[in-house]
């Protein structure tokens, strides 16, 4: 059975599956089985699996944001009032360390081959200022510096004045979105800590899917391979875009409330490029859902780029054939 590091990071663009897929690695890492067993167990009982574990506080889940601190993770103080009106000020244990105290404890389920894991997650992990948040923690996820190992390390927490190490039954699972910070940019001292698996569109989860003849697996890979060429590959589609898509009208919904705007922040508004996304197989400048304005005299007197508008008539995402005019003979 291949182990599951201590420390890791799902990454991949938006929509990939990485939170989804959480779900899967913490059910494997409580019971000790191999990924690719719990996942043939399909995911509606491995759902349930993780609610109950969860709610046994095996696992835990966090999201990270830019406010998020020391404070909140580790340890800090915060200000109460007493029955008399005094202002005090106590030290207050944070989401990690709470969890890191009662795994040492672990509540027992009902799987043979349970063996004390508990999983921490921590989802949008390159959202959060990691030295603010982790601060000396950084040093003690290391595996061999976790407690019981030969090079345990221990660290004074200051307020509560008390000493921590992490236990080596605690796994960190993480997530990271490529299109909000590269992989590269992520923190030198957390990226060597954890290992990685990229999760990328996988347009054969799609294989089959057909909307009045439109094939969403084929129209995800065009559009994908177009994004890849014209930006890079951190920022491509995920295939749960078009997973709940089983009308036209989803279809439609989909691509003018997830895709046009995603790829509005992505190109900064340059609607020229967007229409090479989005355009036609023969010629990808021809896009039916970005449609060129009319040059005006103001324009092509003082020589100034062309102007571009969103299609605001419904019916044309309604018709299938601008979708299937996309992947259509691009082969």
Sequence with gaps: MEKISNNLLL???????KTYNVVNYAVAIIENRPLEDVIADGYDGN????????????????????????DDFIEGIRPEVTETGELIYTPTPGAFYKFCVSSENPVKTDSPTDVGNC?????????????????ELITLL????RKGMPECLEVFLAQMKVKFSVPANVYVL?????????????????????????MMPDPDVLKGRRIMEVDLSKLLATINNRIELLYDREHMLGHAYFIPVKT??????????K????????????YEKMCWVLGKASDPRQCKFIK???????????????????????????????YIDMYKGAD
């Design 119 to 135: 999983v921490f997650i921590i989802d949008e992990i390159n959202r959060g200022n990691i030295s603010r948040i982790f601060g």
């Design 248 to 257: 036209i009208d989803d279809l439609a919904q989909c691509m003018i409330n």
């Design 174 to 198: 993480g997530t990271m979105n490529t299109a909000d910070k590269s992989l590269t940019a992520l923190d030198a001292a957390l990226r060597r800590r954890f290992e990685f698996v990229e």
């Design 292 to 322: 060129l304005r009319k040059r005006n005299r103001f324009q092509m007197n003082f020589n100034l780029p062309d102007v571009y508008d969103i299609e605001t008539d419904y019916n044309v995402f309604l018709n299938p054939q601008n």
């Design 259 to 270: 895709i046009i705007p995603q790829l509005q922040d992505y190109f900064f508004d340059d």
């Design 47 to 70: 759902l349930e699996k993780y609610d109950r574990y969860t709610k046994m506080g095996r696992i835990a889940f966090m999201t990270f944001h830019q406010s998020l601190s020391y």
């Design 11 to 17: 990454y991949g663009p938006p929509g990939t599956g």
């Design 142 to 145: 290391e595996s061999s510096r």
